[in-house]
């Protein structure tokens, strides 16, 4: 019996940016009906070679086959053209239209002369409904939350009914319902011939999904492995060339701590209602909740980024109804948002000015900035937080998601930041550089007394992290779990009550 021709194929693939080799000599195959999985960490090349794939990006050296035959990208046009789509890890779509108009842009019912707007809904809303049913299809896509974003561009992927599926962390941004919404459509696109390349960080979800695994490292093909034999620590010891520390830390008892945060009856339209918890000092409060749980709002809300219509907060033992995120950042209370590259970072400036904006009041200013002094400090702020980086005087870009991260925890700790309120701090970064940030999280706890309010989609996270973990659904407050009485089975359970 002959063996089944791939449906897509990368052989001797190299890509250089100047003098950076991104990729050398790597070869990957697609079969059909395939879940074929692309890991390793930040800066392995996993992106690079799938945009490769999508035809963003041509190699240095190698060359591409679709279907047996070779082939030459110049565009992702010509890549769509083969049947190859991309859901990719940022979210680029059109944020004045709508759901509907996204899903189907270019490809809109009708003809020239008019769109049959009724059937493009129609049409939109059978797409949508195989990823998420609860999303509405005439909806701005400015008024959807980033996970839901997330969804409608996997949506779009597949109203291209592409052969080929590219998805790049697909569900970084999403909870549970979410994740497993989407896992059951992978299935059952491969079930129906169709195939798919997966990249994610989640590892558990890799192997349940995939039917092969490949791991790159620095750019390099390290190997191929089944399911069967992909082990966690296996993984990780592919991706990072040594296996990891695990991410627990000891139960700590912290009931004679002193109440640094002090919600109660917090309430805002729409959002969420009578949210009440304290936050001792030192420590880890973890937030966990599905899409639309108003977990976010929540803490956007107490840092003065909105309004609440009733409630208090008080920050150690003073008032802190906040009517600006300026008055928190000012009392010490700081929020760190979801979206790092889009709201926490400042792209064109340079790692130290990213560091030290905040206080360059203390360095002079704009003006006259002490640039030694200045540098100094966030040097020992970065040996500190084990941060990895050239020359401070980079762009912030040119660092990993984990060491972005990293340098903003340092910029509000030049503050004397004393809570710190991190909305999903490790999504998108691999599973060693969430770990450094974990162990970062609680050193600071442990030896500086911080209190930190840690939301995260990642129930395993919480229970690593978390001292008391916090569950929100549909805008209430499910209850208060201790991390030594906590299970995934039963968050889970609380989060969809």
């Not at 696109?189 to 979800?205: C, K």
């Not at 203390?362 to 702020?381: C, H, K």
Request: glycine residues 8%; negative net charge.
């Amino acid at each position: 019996m002959t063996e089944p021709t791939p449906v897509f194929e990368a052989r001797h693939i190299s890509k250089s940016f100047g003098p950076v080799q991104a990729l050398s000599d790597v070869s990957v195959t697609l079969m059909p009906g395939e879940v074929h999985s692309i890991i390793g960490e930040n800066g392995a090349g996993k992106s690079t070679l799938m945009n490769i794939v999508c035809g963003r990006l041509r190699p240095t050296e190698g060359a591409l086959f679709a279907g047996g035959e070779e082939v030459v990208f110049h565009s992702p046009l010509e890549a769509q053209a083969k049947g190859i789509a991309i859901t990719p890890q940022e979210i680029n779509l059109v944020p004045n239209l709508s759901v509907a108009e996204n899903i189907l842009l270019g490809s809109q019912c009708g003809h020239a002369a008019a769109i049959n707007w009724r059937e493009t809904v129609e049409q939109a809303a059978h797409y949508l409904h195989e990823v998420d049913n609860t999303i509405d299809p005439r909806a701005k896509v400015s008024h959807l939350s980033k996970a839901q974003q997330q969804l409608v561009q996997i949506a779009r992927s597949a109203a291209t009914q592409a052969k080929i599926i590219i998805f790049d962390e697909p569900t970084a941004m999403l909870t549970y319902r979410e994740t497993e919404m989407l896992m059951q459509y992978i299935r059952h696109m491969t079930n129906e011939g169709r195939s798919a390349f997966y990249i994610s960080h989640r590892l558990d979800e890799v192997r349940d999904l995939s039917h092969r695994i490949t791991a790159l490292r620095d750019g390099i093909h390290v190997g191929c492995i089944s399911p069967e034999e992909a082990s966690r620590e296996r993984m990780v010891t592919m991706m990072a060339g040594r296996p990891t520390k695990t991410g627990s830390h000891a139960l700590r008892d912290l009931t004679d701590r002193k109440v640094v945060l002090d919600v109660q009856g917090l309430s805002r339209d729409h959002e969420f209602e009578d949210v009440s918890f304290q936050l001792r000092e030192g420590e880890i409060l973890g937030v966990s909740g599905l899409i639309g749980s108003g977990r976010t709002e929540m803490a956007k809300c107490i840092f003065g980024a909105s309004r609440a219509r009733e409630g208090t907060v008080t920050l150690d033992g003073k008032s802190a109804n906040f009517r600006t995120p300026l008055e928190a950042i000012q009392a010490g209370l700081i929020y760190l948002p979801e979206e790092r590259k889009q709201d926490g970072i400042f792209p064109l400036l340079s790692i130290a000015e990213n560091t030290a904006l905040p206080t360059l009041d203390r360095f002079g200013g704009w003006l006259t900035i002490r640039n030694r002094e200045m540098l100094d400090e966030v040097a020992n702020l970065a040996e500190q937080l084990k941060a990895k980086f050239n020359s401070l005087r980079d762009p912030i870009t040119s660092l990993s998601g984990g060491n972005q991260q990293k340098f903003i925890i340092a910029r509000w700790l030049m503050r004397d930041a004393r809570v710190l309120i991190m909305d999903e701090p490790t999504r998108g970064i691999d599973v060693n550089a969430k770990l450094e940030i974990q162990t970062v999280l609680k050193r600071l706890t442990e030896e500086h007394g911080l209190s930190v309010i840690l939301i995260s989609s990642e129930m395993e996270e919480l229970l690593d992290v978390a001292d008391r973990i916090l569950v929100m659904h549909e805008g209430d407050l499910k209850g208060v779990v201790d991390r030594r009485d906590a299970t995934q089975e039963g968050l889970l359970q609380l989060a969809m009550s």
